[in-house]
């Protein structure tokens, strides 16, 4: 559980930096 919310938060993180 906590590594699937680590991928996920990790996910969020390249979008946004992809966005930037």
Do not use: A
């Not at 680590?6 to 979008?15: M, V, Y």
């Amino acid at each position: 559980m906590k590594f699937g919310l680590i991928d996920n938060i990790f996910s969020l993180n390249s979008r946004q930096s992809n966005f930037l």
